[in-house]
C-alpha cells in the first residue's frame, strides 16, 4: 500500500519560511500531478498549490507570489516553498498525489504562524 509521506511542518514567525516535502513510500509508479491542501474553516480541504507532469502549477488566490510548489517527476516528489508566512497561513497542510485512478492523501503536516 502506497501513501505519502509529509515532512517540513513546524512553528514559524509571521513573515518567515518553511518548505514542505511530500514523496510516497513506494516508488512504482509515476503520479499524474500532486499538490498540497489545507483543511481550511469548511468541512472540504482547500486546494493549496498543485503541478502536474508539464509542470502546469495552480495556485489558491491566497498564497500567490508568497508560496511556489516544484515537483521531481523522477522521484514522485512535490515541494511546497513558503514564503511570507502570515498566521492566516496556520493549519495542516495535506499532500495529495493523482494516478490515473486514485487520489492519495498524506497523513498532514501543521504549520503553525505565530504572530
Known amino acids: 500500500q502506497v501513501q505519502l509521506v509529509e515532512s517540513g511542518g513546524g512553528l514559524v514567525q509571521a513573515g518567515g519560511s518553511l518548505r514542505l516535502s511530500c514523496a510516497p513510500s513506494?516508488?512504482?509508479?509515476?503520479?499524474?500531478?500532486m499538490g498540497w491542501y489545507r483543511q481550511g474553516p469548511g468541512n472540504q480541504r482547500d486546494l493549496v498549490a498543485s503541478?502536474?507532469?508539464?509542470?502546469?502549477?495552480n495556485y489558491a488566490d491566497s498564497v500567490k507570489g508568497r508560496f511556489t510548489i516544484t515537483r521531481d517527476n523522477a522521484k514522485n516528489t512535490v515541494h511546497l516553498q513558503m514564503n511570507s508566512l502570515k498566521p492566516e497561513d496556520t493549519d495542516v497542510y495535506y499532500c495529495?498525489?493523482?494516478?490515473?485512478?486514485?487520489?492519495?492523501w498524506g497523513q498532514g503536516t501543521q504549520v503553525t504562524v505565530s504572530s
Open positions: 495529495a498525489a493523482d494516478s490515473a485512478k486514485t487520489r492519495y
Open positions: 503541478i502536474n507532469w508539464g509542470d502546469i502549477t
Open positions: 513506494a516508488s512504482i509508479f509515476s503520479f499524474n500531478a
